[in-house]
């Protein structure tokens, strides 16, 4: 552990990147996934179990958090960590995405964004100062920027004005953080999906010289192909000592293909999601355990994963709970998921150690090609 942030790039394999994110509340091996706690929980799970799955970071939501418990509130008991008895890294999202996706209810100009919460129609300001100050009484160790995410497909003209009012409110947020020790503020990369606008971004925020840059805006409805795309042109602008965090991403294939392209960071609300909903994402591929076919299948999961919930329940029985709705059945398949994402996570860190990132890719893709049949 360090006393001050600081990232290590130890060793890259083609564009993939193997590293260390050091600060005072823990290490964090990257490429790394962060599980997504939106109002202080990982949906179904106990975070004791989220940390034994591998999880260094878990994110927090800057929008939710703020209407319940409320910042101020959460401040007054200690801070995040201390409330929710999670005493590694917390990054924070800033609350514009979720902000932004309120539509008819907010009204945005220069200054920030005004909204009604989903919750009892109470009107907020959102500033960028305001969204640093709030995520400062939460006491999160990795602080968002406060940015405007514009939804695609939209005119370029429209994600244009977008990306100039995000890079302002990064130089406002970068000024409002100012130099917390073993703390980090991370600017947001925008400009949707036109090649120009994201070099621009890149480019600006490079210069305000912060301690990580992240790349939003895509995960909103984009084909892969464009996503992988627009990483490529932007990738290449940011600094190399710097980590590289794609913000709402993603899927399992999604993160290795970003990976291959050199990002550090990713979260994801899709392990949990999927798995309350019976979706297993597995070394085979994606199972649905509602399917008739696993209704007397006595075989786990993956009897070599080392996560009980993967290893020690039959899928006969996770069917059963999924289709009878019993809040048991979304707490395993959430876990056995989460698990999955780490081994992942894990085999990547690894294959990168030892040069062999491409292979282990094209092995990954094989066995999920392959898929999750008895027979196979």
Same mark, same amino acid.
């Given at each position: 552990?360090?006393?001050?942030?600081?990232?290590?790039?130890?060793?890259?394999?083609?564009?993939?990147?193997?590293?260390?994110?050091?600060?005072?509340?823990?290490?964090?091996?990257?490429?790394?996934?962060?599980?997504?706690?939106?109002?202080?929980?990982?949906?179904?799970?106990?975070?004791?179990?989220?940390?034994?799955?591998?999880?260094?970071?878990?994110?927090?939501?800057?929008?939710?958090?703020?209407?319940?418990?409320?910042?101020?509130?959460?401040?007054?008991?200690?801070?995040?960590?201390?409330?929710?008895?999670?005493?590694?890294?917390?990054?924070?999202?800033?609350?514009?995405?979720?902000?932004?996706?309120?539509?008819?209810?907010?009204?945005?100009?220069?200054?920030?964004?005004?909204?009604?919460?989903?919750?009892?129609?109470?009107?907020?300001?959102?500033?960028?100062?305001?969204?640093?100050?709030?995520?400062?009484?939460?006491?999160?160790?990795?602080?968002?920027?406060?940015?405007?995410?514009?939804?695609?497909?939209?005119?370029?003209?429209?994600?244009?004005?977008?990306?100039?009012?995000?890079?302002?409110?990064?130089?406002?947020?970068?000024?409002?953080?100012?130099?917390?020790?073993?703390?980090?503020?991370?600017?947001?990369?925008?400009?949707?999906?036109?090649?120009?606008?994201?070099?621009?971004?890149?480019?600006?925020?490079?210069?305000?010289?912060?301690?990580?840059?992240?790349?939003?805006?895509?995960?909103?409805?984009?084909?892969?192909?464009?996503?992988?795309?627009?990483?490529?042109?932007?990738?290449?602008?940011?600094?190399?000592?710097?980590?590289?965090?794609?913000?709402?991403?993603?899927?399992?294939?999604?993160?290795?293909?970003?990976?291959?392209?050199?990002?550090?960071?990713?979260?994801?609300?899709?392990?949990?999601?999927?798995?309350?909903? &019976?979706?297993?994402?597995?070394?085979? &591929?994606?199972?649905?355990?509602?399917?008739?076919?696993?209704?007397?299948?006595?075989?786990?999961?993956?009897?070599?994963?080392?996560?009980?919930?993967?290893?020690?329940?039959?899928?006969?029985?996770?069917?059963?709970?999924?289709?009878?709705?019993?809040?048991?059945?979304?707490?395993?398949?959430?876990?056995?998921?989460?698990?999955?994402?780490?081994?992942?996570?894990?085999?990547?860190?690894?294959?990168?150690?030892?040069?062999?990132?491409?292979?282990?890719?094209?092995?990954?893709?094989?066995?999920?090609?392959?898929?999750?049949?008895?027979?196979?």
């Amino acid at each position: 552990m360090s006393e001050s942030f600081q990232f290590h790039l130890k060793k890259t394999d083609g564009g993939a990147r193997l590293g260390e994110v050091s600060m005072p509340r823990g290490t964090i091996r990257t490429p790394a996934f962060m599980p997504v706690g939106t109002v202080g929980t990982v949906k179904a799970m106990y975070l004791d179990q989220v940390r034994e799955t591998g999880a260094d970071i878990i994110l927090g939501n800057t929008y939710h958090l703020m209407l319940r418990p409320t910042a101020e509130r959460v401040a007054r008991l200690g801070g995040l960590h201390e409330l929710i008895r999670w005493q590694h890294p917390i990054l924070t999202d800033s609350g514009g995405f979720q902000v932004m996706s309120l539509s008819g209810l907010r009204k945005l100009d220069e200054q920030g964004v005004t909204f009604k919460s989903h919750v009892d129609g109470s009107t907020h300001h959102m500033s960028p100062e305001r969204s640093i100050e709030i995520q400062g009484l939460l006491g999160s160790d990795i602080q968002m920027q406060l940015d405007e995410c514009v939804a695609l497909p939209a005119t370029p003209k429209e994600i244009e004005r977008a990306m100039e009012l995000s890079l302002r409110w990064a130089e406002r947020c970068k000024v409002a953080f100012g130099d917390q020790l073993g703390k980090a503020m991370f600017g947001i990369v925008q400009g949707g999906d036109v090649p120009e606008l994201r070099v621009r971004s890149a480019q600006a925020l490079r210069e305000m010289d912060l301690k990580g840059y992240a790349v939003g805006g895509l995960a909103v409805g984009e084909p892969q192909d464009v996503m992988l795309r627009m990483l490529e042109l932007t990738l290449p602008e940011l600094p190399s000592d710097k980590p590289r965090y794609l913000m709402g991403v993603g899927t399992p294939d999604d993160i290795l293909k970003s990976v291959a392209r050199g990002i550090d960071m990713f979260d994801c609300v899709m392990p949990t999601r999927s798995g309350r909903h &019976g979706l297993a994402f597995t070394r085979r &591929g994606k199972v649905n355990i509602r399917n008739a076919r696993h209704a007397e299948d006595m075989r786990p999961l993956d009897d070599q994963s080392n996560c009980p919930a993967s290893r020690d329940y039959s899928r006969a029985y996770l069917h059963h709970l999924v289709r009878a709705n019993e809040a048991l059945g979304g707490m395993l398949l959430s876990w056995h998921n989460l698990a999955y994402y780490q081994e992942l996570m894990q085999g990547i860190r690894q294959a990168i150690a030892e040069g062999r990132f491409a292979d282990f890719m094209a092995e990954t893709q094989e066995n999920w090609a392959r898929g999750d049949l008895e027979s196979a």
